[in-house]
């Protein structure tokens, strides 16, 4: 095909677009509520990821250690918990440091540590790992060195966090899937409508010659431009709405510290991803969409 | 050339067992002739038609259209033998949404013309068809006889072998129905084929010349008659 009469299909079908007005606005508003929703459902899904990731670093088992063991059973002991498959790191407390950390975190108490004969503290690991989900094993397997006493682990908040971030891929990879399904099949049925209105139209190419491709040409233009007009809207909105919805949790320090929302990607470090994404899921959705409802009628 | 060997079409229609719409016709027209098509409703017309565009197949039989055997004509070349046809319509089916010179230069785009090619070419056809004055026009802007001229412009834009006409001055004043037929005519000299279906028995005894009457999806007479 020469280029000026490709260029001549691509002026009818951003044209077809304003002329067509209803059916563009229809198109655009759905593909629009789709990509924010869409938008957002990844980068809070990404969010939660990195707040899980930040509570799960501050997971730890605690192994204690019998007070009589000597310097051997020790190293021998840090060895052992060193090599564990599921360490990510180790960090041993003399029975005065266990006792000062102990000391520090529960201040509330002071008093009656005085009262005290001795250090009650006995020699600890404090082990965190790199598979939450297997912490269970990790603690059995460390309780049977030799020399260990107790191991302590979070293991019902452990599997709480495992079980929480697990339904929200879940809702999270759902929604993506429902999302670009209603957009392709919303996106599909209003071009239809409009391929519907121009049937005569598509007739008459038809008889005069015209290719598949020539004719559905111009309906591929118009689905890819509205989606990515619609994506970069979308894009301005997501911005809007997720720097609202940070602001909204900015206020409250504690919710702030307690779930590590310091690192919680902000937007303008990834705007022009979304930008990208946005422009490029939506051409995608409308060039779908285009593609399935123009099929039918192109044939005579 | 237009050829017709055996030619059955047979519609099936589930509460009635089916309709024979074509049976056993053989028509040949060479090239550069002007042939009338006549008949009554039902009589077999649109049937004709729709074989000789290849918007349906026949039952039975051959059909041959400049050189393509449609029978064996695959769906991807369908467009390509299109563009050997000129076709008119009774509701002239121009783009509303265009104006006259766009509707023209429509159909050379979709044969992939130049632009230079388009520019040429249209006013060329318009100024044939006595309409270069409303090249600006939308089809709503024009009476029917107009309307009609600018569907026979974009017929004959693209120098096809053959024009089919499918009663293409059913929609329009009599009085224009003559001049309608004198355009074809002008077509015709310069070598094109004309096939043009009428129930308009008055103009075709007015011009005269070969005349086809299907009756009952048979060809009931074929020759050729003197003008008034």
């Given at each position: 095909m020469r280029m000026s009469n490709f260029g001549y299909l691509v002026r009818r079908g951003i044209g077809s677009v304003f002329k067509n007005t209803m059916m563009s606005i229809a198109s655009f508003s759905v593909l629009l509520v789709c990509l924010l929703l869409i938008g957002l459902s990844v980068i809070v899904a990404l969010d939660i990821n990195i707040i899980m990731t930040n509570i799960e670093d501050r997971n730890e088992i605690e192994v204690f250690v019998y007070d009589d063991v000597t310097d051997a059973v020790l190293t021998h002991i840090s060895d052992a918990v060193s090599s564990?498959?599921?360490?990510?790191s180790v960090k041993f407390y003399s029975k005065d440091e266990a006792w000062a950390d102990y000391q520090e975190k529960m201040p509330q108490f002071k008093e009656l540590y005085a009262s005290?004969?001795?250090?009650?503290?006995p020699y600890t690991f404090r082990v965190t790992v790199k598979d939450i989900k297997s912490i269970s094993d990790t603690a059995a397997e460390l309780q049977?060195?030799?020399?260990?006493e107790k191991v302590t682990a979070p293991y019902n908040f452990a599997s709480a966090l495992v079980d929480i971030r697990s339904t929200l891929s879940i809702i999270a990879g759902a929604m993506l899937i429902v999302m670009t399904v209603t957009s392709v099949i919303i996106i599909y049925n209003s071009i239809r409508s409009s391929v519907f209105t121009r049937k005569k139209e598509i007739n008459i190419m038809k008889v005069v010659g015209a290719t598949n491709s020539f004719v559905k040409i111009p309906f591929f233009i118009e689905g890819t431009f509205i989606g990515i007009v619609a994506g970069a809207a979308a894009w301005i909105l997501t911005k809007l709405t997720y720097e609202a919805i940070v602001r909204l949790f900015e206020g409250d320090i504690t919710i702030w510290q307690v779930f590590g929302l310091v690192n919680i990607i902000q937007f303008d470090s990834i705007t022009w991803y979304v930008l990208a994404a946005d422009c490029l899921l939506g051409a995608i959705l409308g060039a779908v969409g285009t593609t399935f409802s123009t099929g039918k009628y192109v044939k005579v | 050339m237009v050829e017709l060997k055996n030619v059955d079409v047979h519609y099936v229609d589930g509460a009635k067992g089916?309709?024979?719409?074509?049976?056993d016709v053989n028509i040949r027209i060479n090239d550069g002739e002007f042939v009338f098509i006549v008949g009554d409703s039902g009589a077999g017309k649109s049937t004709l038609l729709k074989l000789l565009t290849r918007e349906i197949q026949p039952t039975g039989g051959r059909v041959f259209v400049n050189g393509y055997n449609l029978l064996k004509l695959k769906n991807r070349k369908l467009p390509y033998f299109r563009r050997s046809l000129g076709m008119i319509f009774q509701d002239f089916r121009?783009?509303?949404?265009?104006?006259v010179y766009e509707n023209v230069a429509f159909v050379l785009r979709v044969i992939d013309k130049s632009k230079k090619y388009i520019r040429q070419r249209v006013p060329y056809v318009l100024n044939l068809v006595k309409l270069n004055d409303k090249?600006?026009?939308?089809?709503?802007?024009?009476s029917g006889g107009e309307q009609q001229r600018v569907a026979i412009a974009r017929a004959f834009a693209c120098d096809p072998k053959i024009i089919i006409a499918d009663?293409?001055?059913?929609?329009?004043?009599p009085r224009l129905s003559y001049e309608i037929v004198e355009l074809l005519q002008d077509i015709n000299e310069c070598g094109t084929t004309v096939i043009m279906v009428t129930h308009n028995h008055d103009l075709v005894k007015y011009f005269g010349g070969r005349i086809i009457n299907l009756k009952d999806g048979s060809v009931a007479f074929d020759g050729c008659i003197e003008g008034e």
């Open positions: 564990n498959r599921n360490t990510a005290l004969p001795r250090n009650p503290m049977t060195i030799e020399g260990v | 089916g309709v024979d719409a074509l049976n121009l783009i509303p949404t265009l104006t090249a600006k026009a939308y089809p709503g802007q024009l009663e293409p001055t059913g929609n329009i004043d």
